[in-house]
């Protein structure tokens, strides 16, 4: 790690890492000042531009406040928010600070959240009026938690239940962050795994070599670009590429505050002449059942490239951008884990449709058996990666030998499993373990059953993942009732409300299953295996351990 | 109680809000939480409340909240 760390980069100047200051006083500095960083289109009203120049002075203003209230170096901070400019503002504030900064996805639910802001002790979280309600029923259990932020109350609510706007009036706009050092944490964001919590995946401030770095070589962007990157920052995307990369470069950024719209999306491609997009394969699948006239219509010269990420993307999908957008679609891998693109197709590297493409610079991708053996070509096996690249996770909080266990002879197993084709490019398979990957998103199906157990009505319950043509796979639940009860329309709207409020909307099983019983081995362990085959109708191989 | 009070009551439930007041112009953009995940919960409890079933077509024409009431109202009758 430390040659990495020496190589010449135009990012680091004095030894300054803080990511917070690289993404916005250090491009005031190189001349960006006045440059739009960010410009923000409400669902409903006028977009709004702030420039390099009023992200320093915002993102300040929230260091300043979030020092007043306490915070400081290596204490955790959480923004829970939906797609807005306080997003940014409070993400790059709390680096500045040398605070750690998580994001949570904005639909999360009760136990989602209890689990985050209980194992990493956050001190403060910064969310909007309606989830006070969820946070309300779990702050109790949150001994660490010592205020709340309210990005759209006028007025405090309570001692420790505090307005933004009367913080942001009493923040300066000035701040300077102190010296930091690559190793310095800096964002954790949860990942769910097959068994037991989430966990909580800690990056270092040196993230962003990597990350800025990708950004020019893979996404290939340039000092005048605009840049859109849809994804929530509930994610490693959208912090990733959504926050840092581009920042650090200078570059202007496109966020959308509303959902998915497809004529409203190409709108905004169009008006805004955006030159590089990076969006989800669920995205797109779901841009190809439109009818060609809403993207025929539109006059998209200014979009130069079209990347990909979250789920392996569809040769079909790689066509119909061909064909109907007149581009390519790049697809990239990466994972909460690596912190930026470790594999990728890219302008200027053959296309090959269904694949993953090539590894990119300086990072070394390898095909392992269980026994880490090196694997043939279209062998399939463990993905791994040779540790070292700078955006590299530094733990899993509170779980070191969680972490420790991700690393064997040599090698990161990221838990996917891929084969390398002859000419050196990974094709992805699947997960090596249980959890589910739908639209993009990893659901541990270990939280979903957890939830279901919560029901009076339910018995026993098991959680796969199935193949669907939209979201990549599908949350399919298994469900036994206690004898006295029966299926029902409104258990159903009871199970699908209880996973959504608990865990999140992206949880809630698509099809619910009402069985007998879910099968265990002898020792209780629910096997998905046999769920799954019973479910695509195929074999379910050895079933000699199932339970009678 | 009007069907307008009674899916009121519904988006507080399914979206976890207890001050949540909709209007017939609100989208999902408006309402926190309101994705296309948690829009499959909204049908459903509407669905059962009302004792109605909506058919795929009739799904697509909701753009906001007023077209899903006038939906509910026609198939009441």
Known sequence: ?548 | MSTMNKLNEIFCEVFDQDDLQIAPEMTANDVDGWDSLSHINLIVAVESAFKIRFNQKELLTFKNVGDLLSSIESKLG
């Open chain 1, 1 to 548: 790690m430390a040659d990495i760390m020496k190589q010449p980069c135009q990012l680091i100047r004095q030894e300054q890492y803080n990511i917070g200051e690289i993404c916005t006083r250090q491009q005031c500095l190189a001349g960006r000042g006045e440059k739009v960083a960010l410009r923000f289109i409400p669902s409903h009203g006028e977009r709004t531009d702030y420039t390099f120049s009023q992200l320093d002075a915002h993102s300040n203003r929230f260091a300043n406040l979030l020092q007043q209230l306490g915070l400081g170096e290596g204490d955790v901070f959480f923004t829970f928010l939906p797609k807005a400019p306080e997003q940014f503002f409070a993400f790059l504030g709390a680096l500045k600070l040398k605070a750690i900064v998580g994001t949570l996805f904005s639909n999360f639910g009760d136990d989602a959240l209890l689990d985050r802001l209980g194992d990493s002790g956050a001190k403060g979280i910064i969310l909007r009026k309606s989830a006070l309600k969820k946070i309300g029923r779990i702050r109790d259990r949150l001994p660490s938690l010592r205020f709340v932020i309210v990005a759209d109350s006028e007025v405090d609510l309570a001692p420790d239940v505090l307005s933004l706007n009367r913080l942001r009036e009493d923040a300066s706009p000035e701040f300077v962050a102190p010296p930091t050092t690559p190793d310095t944490p800096s964002v954790l964001h949860y990942t769910s795994g097959s068994t037991g919590k989430p966990k909580g995946v800690l990056h270092r401030h040196a993230s962003v070599l990597h990350q800025s770095r990708t950004a020019t070589e893979v996404l290939q962007l340039q000092p005048d670009d605009i840049y859109w990157c849809t994804a929530d920052q509930g994610w490693v995307t959208g912090t990733s590429y959504g926050i840092i990369a581009p920042w650090s470069l200078g570059v202007t950024q496109i966020h959308y505050g509303g959902g998915y719209d497809a004529e409203l999306w190409f709108g905004i491609l169009e008006k805004e002449r955006v030159n590089v997009w990076y969006t989800a394969p669920t995205a797109l699948r779901m841009l190809m059942r439109e009818e060609p006239e809403v993207f025929l219509k539109r006059e998209l010269s200014c979009l130069r490239h079209i990347f990909s990420v979250g789920e392996p993307l569809n040769p079909e999908v790689s066509r119909w951008g061909r064909e109907i957008l007149a581009r390519e679609i790049y697809d990239t891998w990466f994972q909460t884990e690596t912190g930026g693109i470790m594999i990728s197709n890219r302008p200027g590297l053959e296309g090959r449709d269904g694949s993953m493409g090539k590894p990119v610079l300086d990072v070394e991708a390898a095909i392992l058996s269980d026994a880490g053996e090196p694997l043939p070509d279209f062998v399939q096996g463990n993905l791994c990666l040779r540790p070292g690249w700078p955006s590299q996770f530094m733990t899993y909080l509170n779980n070191e030998s969680g972490y420790r266990s991700k690393f064997r002879g040599g090698y990161y197993y990221s838990g996917d499993t891929a084969y390398r084709d002859a000419e050196g490019y990974f094709h992805f398979l699947g997960r090596s373990d249980d959890v589910i990957n739908t639209a993009g998103h990893l659901i541990s199906p270990f939280e979903v059953e957890s939830a279901l157990l919560e029901i009076a009505e339910v018995a026993e319950s098991g959680v796969i993942g199935a193949p669907d043509d939209l979201l990549f796979e599908k949350v399919v639940a298994f469900v036994a009732l206690h004898r006295e009860h029966r299926p029902s329309r409104e258990l159903e709207l009871k199970i699908r409300l209880h996973v959504t409020n608990r865990a999140s909307s992206i949880a809630t099983p698509q099809e619910i299953v009402f069985v007998d019983a879910v099968p265990k081995n002898k020792s209780g362990k629910i096997m998905r295996r046999v769920l799954k085959a019973r479910y695509l109708g195929t074999d379910a191989g050895d079933i000699s351990t199932l339970e009678d």
